[in-house]
């Protein structure tokens, strides 16, 4: 069987990890064609794909005006640049591998969802967290029937206070209304995990939380407006500190990447570079005069069919990292995505046994505990037509775990419970699966 083609539109960090993915396997997938707005991510693609000139398109515009070139489309555009491309790319026939989230607003993801099922084109949500190891053990043990009926899900997403600050404090999720709310930015993972592990529809949800600590009150006394470049009384004791952040040994350089984006021609920017960006942009802002509006600590409540109930605990206060326990009828199990052992223990017994995950890192550059790689492997046997695998994440079931999120936001803002069966009908959708 010849390699699905593809072509990459977004060549940011998103975009390159699922081509880098794909470059593994080369008897399986071929990049084509890239679409980026940014000189030097265009360059770093063309030349990783020995691409022509021709090949790269300066937006997605410009390379969906061109007949159909490949069979699948990655989008990996930001999340307001989701719909275009996506119904465009639909439109001509490509798959999809679409990053989450979907789409910004309910109306635009259910369009999306509608667009492919017409056209008869499989899209697959970048849920990568299904792909991993760890969560995939979790979910083979449900299926085994080892905790019995579940009656519960406790899930905590904790962002990690550096990330906080870094992506929804100064970054490009630090306003609701310019992007998308937490829920949909970070925590549809989250939100889209509890559901498959429970396998049925969620029908009640509410929602509380807020901004709280990354405000102007509570900046440091004496704190300038502008963090990099300003004298700070606080700077040696701030762990938001620019220099720690951004210029230490210690910085991640996906970070310093984002903060040099626009001053750079070069992938890995150099400190100068870096300094610029600071400079001139909201990443060398003070985190309490950030002009943020995102949460930074929720908790969203739901019922599912049957009775069941679930939590999730976003929170921005830890060092990062998923925690999650899932109550059944035969047993407890409890673990910690960063680790290799998951415990379960056993009411029949009384004793716990410890099942073990291969070791992987949970971060961004890590792949997402491998479901970067693990999601590229799954498009290939879903587009193959006899898929027989558990974890595929579908237009369809993604949408309708997006919409769990839209309206736990209504919840929050609102003050109510929301029952989705109706919430599911706004949009045309019947609440069964």
């Known amino acids: 069987m010849k390699p699905y083609t593809a072509i990459v539109i977004g060549a940011g960090s998103r975009g390159n990890a699922y081509a880098a993915n794909m470059k593994k396997w080369p008897d399986k997938f071929q990049i084509v064609g890239v679409a980026e707005p940014i000189k030097a991510r265009r360059e770093k693609m063309r030349d990783m794909f020995s691409l022509s000139d021709d090949a790269c398109y300066p937006g997605y515009q410009e390379i969906l005006q061109q007949p159909k070139m490949a069979d699948i489309a990655i989008i990996a555009t930001m999340d307001a640049l989701h719909t275009e491309p996506a119904l465009k790319a639909i439109e001509l026939g490509y798959h999809l591998l679409l990053e989450k989230p979907v789409a910004p607003t309910p109306e635009e993801c259910v369009a999306i969802a509608k667009a492919a099922e017409e056209k008869g084109v499989s899209v697959l949500v970048c849920h990568v967290l299904r792909y991993t190891p760890f969560y995939k053990t979790v979910k083979r043990l449900i299926m085994d029937g080892v ?14 206070n550096i990330h906080q600050s870094h992506s929804y404090v100064r970054g490009d999720w630090h306003r609701e209304d310019e992007t998308n709310p937490m829920l949909l930015a970070k925590c549809c ?12 529809p969620c029908k009640k949800v509410s929602s509380f939380g807020k901004l709280s600590y990354f405000t102007p009150e509570n900046a440091p006394e004496g704190a ?5 470049g300003s004298e700070c009384p606080a700077r040696e004791s701030c762990p938001y500190s620019c220099d720690k952040v951004y210029l230490s040994e210690k910085s991640a350089v996906w970070m310093q990447r984002h903060a040099a984006r626009g001053f750079t021609k070069e992938h890995n920017p150099t400190l100068p570079e870096i300094e610029e960006g600071l400079k001139n942009t909201n990443f060398g802002a003070c985190v309490f005069h950030a002009d943020n509006t995102v949460v930074d600590h929720q908790v969203v409540n739901m019922e599912f069919a ?7 605990t976003m929170n921005a206060f830890n060092e990062g990292g998923r925690y999650i326990r899932v109550f059944g009828t035969k047993g407890e199990l409890y673990a910690n995505a960063r680790d290799t052992e998951i415990t379960v223990y056993s009411f029949e017994s009384g004793e716990k046994t410890v099942y073990s995950t291969v070791k ?4 961004i550059t890590g792949g997402h505990g491998s479901g970067d790689g693990g999601i590229v ?11 027989t695998g558990f974890t595929a994440a579908d237009i369809d079931i993604s949408v309708r775990n997006h919409l769990i999120g839209f309206a736990a936001e209504k919840a929050r803002h609102e003050d109510t419970v929301e029952n989705l069966d109706d919430y599911f009908a706004r949009y045309g959708l019947k609440n069964d699966r």
């Open 147 to 160: 905790l019995g009926d579940i009656q519960s899900v406790m899930a905590v997403e904790g962002v990690g």
């Open 189 to 200: 993972h989250d939100l889209d995990i509890i559901q498959w592990l429970l396998d049925r």
């Open 224 to 228: 300038p407006k502008r963090c990099f």
């Open 306 to 312: 049957g009775g069941v109930t679930a939590s999730l």
């Open 360 to 363: 992987t890192d949970e971060s």
């Open 377 to 387: 492997r799954e498009l290939y046997e879903y587009l193959g037509g006899d898929y």
